[in-house]
């Protein structure tokens, strides 16, 4: 039986509705993931577990969450004859959105700016895929695929440079807060694109139907079902720029009125420290004695907190190692 148009409209609808519930349930794991590094930073808990292999990965699930979901939604918003209009918006308004995240994190972390974060990625990702609006969904899965194997395939310390490894064939990730370079994170975006024409294609009837692309109100049930998760998803752009600013001035303000803990190194730092020194053939009272020291030292470094990632820290630590053998030989 033929559907009809006004139930394909709400069926659109609630299919844009459930789509925004998506991205606003991305959003608060977003805000949750900033905050557990946050945390960390401001070593509220172990500076560690931001760094851990476990929480990455969290990370790089709600990374591929919005990629998947701006694939989508770039379906959504074209129509066959008059799409390029809010492509070109919607393009612009990211790329201007990315380019104040450079800006903000060079001002704060000028050695680990953002150069290549995920705003960028969508941005360029998205005018990858623009060919790819008007072609059949195999040609997306496809670029989807080749997107995600090229780095695996292929690397080279000629792409180690910050001007070329937004590409994605860097030889060693580069010091930055935020990295998902076009190969192979492009691919999340390429299969949601391949994900919604396919969906448009065998239960619509026509790859580049408006009906899928309506934007009508979803039935007010639905809307009261989902209505933070929708409400937050149709303010996901204002909420990844102004959530991060928001929690580093509560931890500064804490911070002011001295509730903020003390810098540290990582929890077992003693032992571990002890144990590497003595296997390099120190003295275990002087290795002692050196290591507490220099967990005495990252206690009042300011630095430490600040660093970007695990490789930043390691260099403080050591630097703070090497002042406090120094200070011992010359007792």
């Known amino acids: 039986m033929a559907t009809s148009p006004g139930e394909q409209k709400t069926s659109a609808a609630v299919r844009v509705a459930a789509l925004d519930a998506a991205r606003g349930a991305a959003v608060v794991a977003m805000v949750a993931f900033h905050l557990v590094w946050d945390l960390g930073n401001f070593n509220y808990i172990d500076p560690d577990i931001p760094f851990s292999p476990g929480f990455k990965l969290i990370g790089h699930a709600i990374a591929t969450s919005f990629l998947f979901i701006a694939g989508v939604s770039l379906v959504l918003a074209h129509r066959q004859k008059a799409g390029w209009r809010p492509f070109r918006r919607r393009l612009f308004i990211i790329s201007g959105a990315a380019a104040l995240v450079s800006l903000g994190t060079w001002l704060a972390y000028p050695q680990a700016f953002v150069f290549f974060g995920i705003l960028h990625c969508i941005a360029a990702a998205s005018l990858l895929a623009a060919p790819l609006l008007t072609a059949p969904w195999p040609a997306a899965a496809a670029a989807a695929l080749a997107f995600g194997l090229a780095p695996l395939l292929y690397s080279s310390p000629i792409f180690n440079t910050r001007w070329l490894a937004w590409i994605g064939f860097a030889g060693v990730e580069p010091l930055t807060n935020d990295y998902q370079p076009l190969a192979p994170w492009a691919a999340a975006l390429f299969a949601g694109v391949a994900a919604a024409k396919f969906w448009s294609a065998r239960f619509s009837g026509d790859p580049d139907s408006s009906v899928f692309s309506s934007r009508e109100a979803a ?113």
């Open 219 to 331: 039935p007010a049930s639905l809307e009261n079902t989902l209505g933070a998760a929708c409400w937050l998803g149709r303010r996901s752009l204002a909420v990844y720029l102004l959530h991060q600013p928001a929690l580093f001035a509560l931890f500064g303000l804490l911070a002011l009125l001295g509730a903020a803990p003390a810098a540290r190194v990582s929890g077992g730092f003693l032992e571990a420290c002890s144990a590497q020194c003595e296997k390099g053939g120190g003295e275990k009272t002087a290795c002692r004695d050196i290591c507490s020291c220099t967990e005495e030292k990252a206690s009042r470094d300011a630095s430490l907190a600040l660093a970007a990632d695990e490789g930043e820290r390691a260099l403080i630590v050591n630097r703070l190692a090497q002042a406090c053998l120094s200070d011992r030989l010359a007792r």
